[in-house]
Structures are given as C-alpha cells and as structure tokens.
C-alpha cells in the first residue's frame, strides 16, 4: 500500500525501547521515484507524551497500515483471532495499540466488538475503527492468549497500567465515545 503525507496509519515504532503498533500521521514519503512505491515513510506521533516533544520516526510500509482500518463485519465472530486494539480510560482513548483477542459479537452492536486484551481476564467493548487484525496472525483455538504471547502477559498489562496515554478501563459504552 502506498500513504501519502497526511495519512493516518498504525505504523510498527518504537516505544519504550521495543517495538510497538501506534497511531501515527505521514508527515514525509522518502525514495520515490516515478517508477517505484516509496522506499520508506516518516511518521509523527499524532499526540506525543509532552508539548515539548516530537516523536518522529522512520518507517517502512510493510510496518504501516491504514487507519482506521476497512470495516471487517465477519471480525466479531472470530473468536480467538488475534487483533490490536486501542484503551479507553477517562474519556480518551490511547495511541498505542494493544495484543488481544476477539472474544466475540459486542452487546452494544455491529460497530463494536468484544475483546480480552492479553494479561486480562475481562472482556472489554471497543468500536471495531479501534482495532485491526494482527498482520501477522496467529490464533488462540480458546480466544486467551496463546503459549507464545503468555510470557508478555504481564509486562502487557503492566504498560496499559502507565504512562503514554495507555488506558486501564472497564467496557466502554457507545455513550463514553461521543
């Protein structure tokens, strides 16, 4: 896929030292020529930690997509499949996006999906513009985590518990998002 400057994606950057999906904005398109795709992107974190602070990093498009990503309707009733998706605490939500699991079809409706976020024995309701499949899928036939994302577990949980607008939450409701 190809971005342009202004786009709005989920790029694969670094955060804390590791790698980590988070919502990024295009600000530049770097090695393009007529004939070929871009070589590389620089991306800008869309709400950085602190005024003073801009987070730039450099990225390839096969660490970038499109967000909000395409409406999946057949998603929800995939329990078990692996997604990342954003936190929601005190009226926002975050822009690093979190390992979990499709848990299955959310009370509140069609845009809006039940998942267990990795570490979390709670299913939480997020808007379904929230998520995106993980690119690189793996699937838990228990819709919990599997044997190879057990170990981050708790280093998972941890984060969403600190910093970098991570978000600890209880199932948001179509009301908390307006």
Aim: no cysteine; proline share 7%; aromatic share 10%.
């Amino acid at each position: 896929m190809v971005f342009k400057v202004g786009d709005m994606v989920a790029a694969r950057v670094r955060v804390e030292n590791r790698p980590q999906w988070a919502m990024m904005k295009v600000s530049a398109v770097e090695g393009t020529d007529e004939s070929s795709e871009p070589s590389s992107y620089v991306v800008v974190d869309l709400y950085p930690d602190s005024d003073d602070e801009a987070v730039v990093h450099k990225v390839k498009a096969k660490n970038m997509l499109a967000f909000p990503p395409d409406p999946d309707p057949e998603l929800p009733n995939e329990s078990g499949t692996h997604i990342y998706a954003l936190w929601y605490e005190n009226s926002d939500w975050s822009t690093v996006f979190y390992s979990a699991y499709v848990a299955g079809p959310s009370e509140y409706g069609d845009d809006w999906i039940s998942v267990r976020y990795v570490g979390s024995r709670k299913l939480f309701d997020v808007p379904t513009d929230k998520v995106f499949r993980d690119p690189k899928p793996r699937k838990s036939a228990s819709g919990g985590t599997s044997a190879s994302s057990a170990k981050s577990s708790k280093s998972e949980a941890e984060k969403r518990k600190s910093g970098r607008k991570r978000k600890s939450r209880s199932a948001a409701t179509p009301a908390d998002t307006k």
